[in-house]
């Protein structure tokens, strides 16, 4: 007869098997059933970040904001459908292409937007761009432009979390380019060690900064990067906002039950380059299309919304209540100053 920690371990290894097929057809379901309240804030938050986006891409064309903008179109339901699963004081860090994560965590499209055009009302006082800003109150520790940096740090995070015993869960996004690094194996190999609450989200657009994951990446299946450090992970839809919300729903009751990281491998998009300044000519305009008439996460929201019987004049006025609230925060980043000369001092080390 089976002792009651042979048991535990079984459940334990059970549970790691379904974890890794859940996304392939077999274990947990790959989506769940979102109530029209549900659907209404996705379909919101959606919105939110693709009309910012193109709104900053404009300004971009303008010559308003300077440096680096990578764009989050196409991906949205990554980050909403995470952070529907979150609570307050669990922690989000991502890489360059994190406008669409500041905006889910509930930072102002304001303070987003004057942080974008450099003037002293953003996020880092102007001085971190696109790349570079962090809010502590929204529990968003940044925009980091070193590929893959911020992996380790939210592993990190995670450490914080487990020596303060708050049950508090990391959420660390990176690409598919990054999850080549090697200190994200680094991370995983201490966050398996030490059981640390840590979700690593990749975030597969398929092409990292120009080049397909076919031609990078001798193992595409992302989800089974940490098989040799016994983290379970899983394929997600992540065109699909309820799949989404369905994998961290399990990924963060693994975390939080102290069973150490779980990573989970979103299949996504993008629409637009790697960033402003790629003309994106190693795929075809007609690939591109195709995703965005099969696949566009805001559609399939606005689809089902429809025939949960929410009238096209009610998204449309939805549409048009994020659109004000975009051109508003536009118009309040260009008004605003620059940061002061002194400014140059200030936030660094000596």
């Known amino acids: 007869m089976a002792s009651s920690k042979e048991t535990a371990s079984a459940k334990k290894s059970g549970a790691k098997d379904a974890a890794r097929t859940a996304g392939n057809g077999s274990g947990h379901p790959n989506s769940i059933t979102f109530t029209k309240e549900q659907e209404l804030q996705a379909f919101r938050d959606m919105m939110l970040i693709r009309r910012f986006e193109e709104k900053a891409g404009q300004l971009y064309g303008m010559g308003a904001i300077g440096g680096f903008c990578h764009l989050y179109i196409g991906q949205e339901a990554v980050v909403v459908g995470m952070q529907m699963a979150l609570q307050p004081g669990d922690q989000i860090i991502t890489s360059y292409r994190d406008h669409g994560h500041m905006l889910a965590t509930g930072m102002e499209a304001r303070g987003v937007m004057a942080e974008l055009t450099g003037r002293q009302a953003g996020y880092s006082k102007g001085k971190g761009g696109s790349m570079h800003m962090f809010s502590k109150e929204k529990a968003f520790y940044g925009g980091h432009g070193i590929v893959g940096a911020q992996v380790p740090l939210g592993t990190g995070l995670a450490f914080a979390n487990k020596y303060r015993d708050n049950k508090n869960v990391a959420v660390a996004y990176f690409g598919d380019g990054a999850a080549n690094q090697g200190q994200v194996y ?154 002061d000369a002194s400014e140059l001092y200030t936030d660094i080390y000596r």
């Open 186 to 339: 680094e991370s995983f190999n201490m966050a398996e060690l030490w059981k640390l609450p840590v979700i690593y989200v990749i975030e597969n657009n398929r092409y990292a900064m120009g080049t397909s994951v076919t031609r990078s990446s001798a193992q595409t299946d992302f989800s089974k990067r940490g098989v040799s450090f016994n983290i379970p992970g899983e394929q997600v839809d992540g065109m699909d906002v309820r799949a989404v919300k369905a994998a961290a729903d399990r990924a963060v009751q693994w975390c939080r039950e102290g069973n150490g990281p779980y990573i989970l491998e979103m299949q996504t998009y993008r629409y637009r380059g790697h960033s402003m300044s790629d003309p994106a000519k190693y795929r075809t305009r007609e690939e591109v299309d195709k995703v965005r008439h099969d696949s566009d996460p805001i559609e399939q929201v606005r689809q089902r919304l429809l025939e949960l019987k929410v009238s096209e004049q009610d998204l449309k006025a939805i549409d048009a209540e994020v659109r004000e609230i975009v051109n508003a925060a536009a118009d309040f980043a260009q008004r605003e100053p620059e940061p």
